[in-house]
């Protein structure tokens, strides 16, 4: 399918070919789980605020909805495109597969730069997007969250404009919403909290100890700089952290607090913090330190730079952070890989409880979040840890391979309609 091709998707099928021969996947299943069940193109016409309407391209990917109704954020940003949404779907449903929600995968974005937009252009822009996607999504359908670009406050408006359609307040048919409206406890830290559940594993798994343990961080959005807060509050010291501007670096120890007031509440690019060196993200990805955490945006780790490589365990943040060239060699340098559809699946995860909230109309204490939230993270990270020893593959592929044999169990049993 030429319209999906791009190299993040080409990313997705290639990781997906490879577990399916390992597993020795019925050729038809193959066939059927490589392409989404269902994509969404929607052109997106926007006022703006001088008067001239703009159109944009939105996209909403369901890759399976055999376990249930699919599950996925949305992005704002200017590289989005139909396959790269699409890829991002089918590592949801092998996520939540992995996670055992009762959940397919999906994905959607809109091609902008929503910086570039003022506060009015970007509801405006997120009404019609919903609008526009309205007929495939639904708490028993298909249910968004926030990712890269999007937020809360874009979650009420996506919620706001559902609910006008069909004349009542229908809070689960979107996860990551405000407090007041239906959102959960936890759920803004829930990724980077997950990060750092499944690293505490990995720590004690290989023998390093937390008091001991260096954490150098790409990418300082939402899952970046909780996992950087939440590392450090754990013993952990967080010797770098970067943006898409380049980032800092301090041997000692970052002052994470310190650092976010500075950087969220002024404005401050990282590297202006003057609360250490300046380096390159690319620099950041060669430090020597115990955890390294990719958690920008996708293929940073590449043939190119993976052999520099320095760290004890990478942790993904972010979805689809290291290409396939670089996963062999990151295999073969003996770094404990944590993949991401493991690593980042605490977000969908609370947003899982978000939903089931929802529905009963009875909330949790952000206690009985984190502790759930650490029991289903911990429970996946020793079943995949247990799969790769016992088939003697890596990480990666015993996660892959698990969340892929629970959906092809749920298509087997379900069969083929008509």
Known sequence: MHELDTPTFRLAVAQFDQAAEA?????????????????????????????????????????DTSRGPSKGGIRYHSDVS???????????????????????????????????????????LTRRYAAEILPIIGPDKDVPAPDVGTDAQVMAWIMDTYSQQVGYAVPGVVTGKPLSI???????????????????????HLDLDIQKATVAIQGFGNVGAHTARIM?????????????GGGIYNPKGLDIPLLLSRYKEAGTPLGETKLGDALSNEELLQLDCTVLVPAALSEQITGRNASMLRCKILAEGANGPTTLEAD?????????????????????????????????????????????????MTAAF???????ETRRTSMRMAALMSGIDKVAQAHQHRGLYP
Request: glycine share 10%; aromatic share 8%.
């Open 82 to 124: 139909l396959g790269e949404v699409a890829a991002l779907a089918m590592w949801m449903t092998w996520k939540c597969a992995l996670a055992d929600l009762p959940y397919g995968g999906a994905k959607g974005g809109v091609t902008v730069n929503p910086k570039q937009l003022t506060s009015g252009e970007l509801q405006r």
């Open 182 to 204: 239906g959102g959960s406890l936890g759920r803004e830290e829930a990724t980077g909290r997950g990060v750092v559940y499944v690293t505490l594993e990995a720590l004690r």
């Open 23 to 63: 597993m020795g996947l019925d050729p038809n299943l193959r066939e059927r789980l490589k392409y989404p069940q269902r994509s969404l193109v929607v052109s997106i016409p926007v006022r703006m605020d001088d008067g001239r309407v703009q159109v944009f391209t939105g996209y909403r990917v369901q890759h």
């Open 382 to 388: 020793q079943r995949t840890l247990q799969f790769a």
């Open 328 to 376: 062999r060699i990151v295999q073969d340098k003996g770094i404990f890989v944590i993949p991401d559809i493991l690593a980042n699946s605490g977000g969908v995860i609370v947003s899982y409880f978000e939903w089931v909230q929802d529905a009963q109309r009875f909330f949790w204490k952000a206690s009985d979040i984190q502790e759930r939230l650490h029991d289903l």
């Open 232 to 244: 450090q509050e754990c013993g952990a010291r967080v010797i770098a952290v970067s943006d898409v």
